[in-house]
């Protein structure tokens, strides 16, 4: 008997950033070069976000969109002294 696969996201907790590019990519053809990019830009953003996983994917995604960031209610990190 063959084992069954199990796809990543279903053996593992997606992280926001994970979650966001997964769905971000079935919206938007990017290039490896882009995808890096983009990555790199969503990660930085959240780094100065707070909230749920979910609050956070929520966030992200509006930010690679160009909506309003901090519509869903979670809230800015305050930054370290």
Known sequence: ?????EPPELTM???PIE???QAYGMMVNLTNEQ????RA???????????SDQ?????GLQFL???RPL???????????
Request: charge should be positive.
């Open 71 to 81: 519509r869903c209610g979670a809230k800015k990190r305050e930054a370290a002294v």
């Open 35 to 38: 995808e890096s990019s983009t």
């Open 13 to 15: 907790q997606q992280t």
């Open 41 to 51: 830009r969503l990660k930085n953003f959240l780094q100065t976000q707070s909230g």
């Open 65 to 67: 969109r160009g909506t």
């Open 19 to 21: 979650r966001v590019m």
């Open 1 to 5: 008997m063959v084992p069954m696969f």
């Open 55 to 59: 609050e956070l994917a929520v966030l």
